[in-house]
């Protein structure tokens, strides 16, 4: 959508400073409506952590709190608040615990105190002592976008805008895909602004693969409908959990987390009930996944082809309704998606950009610099993301996080996508222009197509104008009755590149290829397509803008030479991404594989064998462990401490592999 910046969020908040004590103290932070009150995020050194680590405070929630930190020098700061909790802001995942106190998070705690008490002057006296070494607010993030989709109606615009040319010959029998010009553009939709190929180029990708499920993408936004009938069957489910249940039954600190958490409520139930939702999730979550070749509904980048199952879709929910998330539900539902097996992040969000108009927009970060002071917390987490996710034995080493750039039309992208580890995505229209409203220049990495309905706005009637021209995807029946309507925006372009390297990632899948997660961006931005090429820059892009104060749109126009060379890489480009991928990386191998006496671990024979049913496994020593093989997956089981050799067959391969057992294990069983 439009005046946005980075749909489901400009999160345009009021700065509050993240200290350490390796920096010079910065001024206090106004406080204002966008910080929780009563609250702040404090990293305490290893000493304190160790005292509340004896309290037996390892968990978060409301039943793991302390109301007294037994250090006298936090204790006399913390006094001016009265009383007071202290809960980890991680809860304890006790399969990566290990790793998180590698990372220092374990170091992170919410100090919690009456909205009354006197936050700045806690503030200030929390970041002078020695067992403090950072402190940050708590502050809510704000969506800030403007009215809601646009039902699916092809009979206001069918006249003005055939699609019947636009149907890929012999793909999915998917009912909508010909109005999705931005999979598939034939540039015959009844308009010379749809240009032939102006899409993700991914019908001739579709010929090599068509999405994998062991490559899952943890989307972070609203809510995904989980009965929608396009996006049921792509839900990443956990299959160690109980779903409604009120324990916590794998040990990951989430109790009843099937299709993920809904972190914005506190709650394993993934809500899209809301009457201020707007469907934003769903929309995301089926531009890359919906099952595609179901004779309904739409196709997607990586749902799979009918008969092998896509990516799947991850709900890290931060947003409900007017129940707006905070960064603590968001730095979790980062860390939740590593330690859960999400590759991919999906982040249509972000700050405002610092390069933004002051007149409508509160301007934000405008330096790698400004944002880490403010958000070491957020940094921290996203870190946390790049460098844990994956495995070194699987697809990828490493996580990528992918951001909307931002909707301001200002010359920069927003952060965090701006900051040099993550990919941020600039919006096109489906001609290869800059859609109108998109952020462009520093920090935009990529582009892709994100609709642009201003551009568009002479093609449809009444509330379809220019909805031909924006993202056709999947939304809950709350929102629109037939579960399908249009968006636009630089958070509908994040969702093509993330559907797009979650395409890829499952080609090397299926090519048992392995990446370092950076070797994956650098091919994603040598694969993409030119955009310079196909614009006209004699003559300015027109397109048409509502003006409030007269109540009518008026002609306008954007001059494209602003935006040479400022696009990042070019558009993404799924057919050059996959064929970059054939060759590179390096060969997979079987990993070593530890586990904890009376537990299990399972491995997806997929990742290595092209054929699981011609495996077979041996054990060397099963007083120590067993194997067993089972729907295309091999169990290990651990029975006594110590380590054995074994054998895995198939395919014409030998792999020969160690089976550790022992207590404490970490990082899912991985070696």
């Known amino acids: 959508m439009k005046k946005i910046s980075a749909i489901i969020a400009a999160l345009a908040l009021v700065a509050c400073s993240g200290v350490t004590t390796e920096t010079l103290q910065p001024a206090l932070p106004i406080f204002g409506e966008d910080v929780v009150k009563g ?101 809510r993030l704000k969506k800030n976008y403007s009215g809601k989709s646009i039902a699916f109606d092809p009979g206001s615009f069918i006249a003005s805008a055939p699609v019947g040319g636009n149907i890929p010959g012999g793909r999915f029998n998917d ?6 010009w931005h999979l598939v553009n034939k540039g015959s939709l009844g308009s010379t602004k749809f240009l032939s190929g102006a899409d993700v180029n991914v019908e001739k990708a579709w010929d090599l693969c068509t999405g994998d499920p062991s490559i899952i993408v943890a989307v972070l936004d609203e809510g995904i409908d989980i009965n929608h009938p396009d996006l049921k069957d792509a839900l990443w489910v956990n299959e160690d959990e109980i779903w409604r249940s009120h324990e916590d039954n794998d040990g990951n600190g989430y109790a009843g987390d099937v299709y993920g958490y809904n972190f914005a409520l506190g ?52 947003f409900s309704g007017v129940k707006s998330g905070t960064v603590l539900d968001e730095v979790r539902a980062i860390k939740y998606a590593a330690d859960n097996g999400a590759v991919i992040l999906q982040c249509s969000w972000g700050y405002t950009s610092g390069a933004a108009n002051a007149y409508d927009w ?13 958000n070491m917390l957020e940094r921290k987490a996203l870190d946390y993301f790049i460098h844990n996710a994956g495995s070194p034995d699987g697809v990828i080493d490493g996580g990528i996080a992918i951001f909307a750039g931002g909707n301001e039309s200002a010359p920069a992208a927003g952060y965090p996508g701006a900051y040099g580890d993550f990919i941020s995505v600039a919006a096109t229209a489906g001609d290869w222009t800059p859609a109108v409203y998109t952020n462009y220049g520093p920090g935009t990495t990529i582009s892709a197509p994100g609709g642009d309905q201003d551009y568009y706005y002479e093609y449809g009637e009444g509330s379809q104008k220019g909805a031909i021209g924006c993202v056709l995807s999947t939304l809950p029946s709350t929102i629109t009755p037939d579960g399908y309507g249009y968006m636009e925006g630089t958070s509908m372009a994040c969702p093509h590149v993330s559907g797009v390297v979650a395409l890829g990632l499952s080609y090397a899948a299926r090519l048992h290829r392995h990446f370092k997660s950076e070797e994956i961006i650098e091919l994603l931005y ?8 196909f614009w006209n820059m004699d003559e300015p892009k027109f397109y048409y803008k509502y003006v409030t104060d007269l109540g009518t749109n008026y002609r306008n ?23 970059a991928i054939e060759g ?37 020593d099963t007083s120590i462990a067993t194997a067993a093989l089972s729907s295309n997956k091999l169990t290990i089981s651990g029975l006594a401490e110590g380590q054995t050799s074994a054998t895995i067959t198939g395919d014409g391969k030998n792999f020969r592999f160690v089976v550790s057992v022992r207590k404490n294990i970490s990082n899912g069983g991985w070696l």
């Not at 935006?563 to 996959?578: D, E, H, I």
């Open 39 to 139: 609250e702040l995020l404090v990293r305490f050194d290893e000493s304190v952590a160790e005292i509340i680590d004896r309290a037996g405070l390892t968990k978060s929630g409301p039943s793991n709190v302390m109301e007294a930190c037994a250090i006298p020098s936090v204790e006399e700061v913390l006094a001016i608040a009265g009383k007071y909790r202290i809960e980890r802001v991680f809860p304890v995942d006790s399969r990566n615990e290990e790793l998180s106190r590698k990372e220092g998070l374990h170091l992170w705690y919410r100090v919690s105190f009456s909205e009354d008490a006197p936050m700045d002057r806690i503030y200030a006296e929390l970041t002078k002592l020695g067992e403090v070494s950072a402190v940050n607010c708590n502050r």
């Open 175 to 180: 009912e909508l895909l010909p109005y999705q």
């Open 267 to 318: 709650t394993p139930i993934i809500s899209t009930d809301d009457n201020n939702d707007s469907g934003h999730g769903s929309h995301v979550a089926g531009v890359i996944g919906a099952v595609n070749n179901n004779g309904r509904g739409i196709s997607s980048i990586a749902g799979g082809d009918g008969t092998k199952p896509g990516v799947r879709i991850m709900s890290c929910q931060i």
């Open 362 to 374: 509160q301007p934000m970060y405008s330096t790698d610099e400004a944002w880490m002071a403010d």
């Open 526 to 533: 040598s694969s993409a397509t030119p955009l310079e090429q």
């Open 557 to 579: 126009s954007m001059n494209l030479n602003s935006f040479k060379g400022r696009m990042g890489a070019g558009q993404v480009n799924a057919y050059a991404f996959l064929k």
């Open 584 to 620: 590179a990386g390096s060969e997979m191998s079987f990993p070593n594989v530890s586990v904890a006496p009376g537990a299990t671990t399972r491995l997806d024979l997929l990742t290595y064998f092209d054929d699981p049913s011609s495996v077979s496994v041996k054990v060397d």
